[in-house]
């Protein structure tokens, strides 16, 4: 809690500092302003990116049905309708030895931190006429996956895997957990909260009209 409270204590004495030197500069460098802008925004939407956090129980979160399941254990192939990351999960929890011939498949839980914003290979573009502004970015990505507690933190449930196993399993929840994010609009989330960000600040600037898109 604390360190959200110093995150966001950050976050508005950058704005009002951003807010008060852009008001000093706006009168005299008018002409320069999308200059002065560019490296303003490009901070503001930096700082604005959002993180979720997703934990996942593997392989049971992506396993197909257990009929399915029993076909793919005797050796046959799957029904044609089967989705292929369900199937994939089960070669996968096979290969590292989480299918049991009976009881349940062994698991790990693992928790996903995915953030989403602007990556910036392209500069903003920016156009202003009187006290109207336009903003133009480019969409918002994933910027950052990782998987925490992974192989010598990992704690929970208490299991023994090898390096190779680990990488089979990782590597396939971060797919996964991408798709997910995305399945719920995460970059969608991310527009509008950097749209919100922006739209503050420049109304603080004076600014009566403001567009933002995203390209």
Do not use: C
């Amino acid at each position: 809690m604390a360190r959200k409270i110093k995150r966001w204590t950050f976050i508005i004495l950058f704005l009002t500092g951003t807010a008060i030197a852009l008001l000093f500069l706006l009168p005299r460098k008018k002409l320069h302003l999308p200059y002065i802008l560019q490296e303003e925004i490009h901070n503001l939407v930096t700082l604005n990116s959002i993180e979720h956090y997703y934990q996942f129980v593997f392989p049971f979160d992506f396993l197909p049905d257990k009929d399915t399941m029993t076909i793919l254990y005797s050796g046959q192939e799957a029904p044609h309708n089967t989705d292929p990351a369900a199937i994939q999960a089960y070669n996968i929890a096979r290969l590292v030895g989480f299918i049991h011939p009976y009881g349940d498949p062994s698991f790990v839980v693992l928790t996903t931190i995915i953030r989403a914003g602007i990556s910036f290979k392209t500069q903003p573009i920016i156009n202003i006429t009187d006290n109207s502004i336009t903003i133009i970015l480019e969409k918002a990505k994933i910027l950052f996956v990782e998987l925490k507690d992974i192989e010598k933190n990992y704690s929970y449930p208490p299991i023994k895997l090898d390096a190779r196993s680990w990488k089979e399993i990782s590597t396939y929840v971060r797919k996964q957990a991408i798709n997910y994010a995305k399945d719920k609009l995460i970059l969608q989330q991310a527009e509008k909260h950097i749209e919100k960000s922006l739209s503050a600040i420049l109304k603080q600037l004076g600014f009566s009209t403001i567009t933002i898109t995203f390209r």
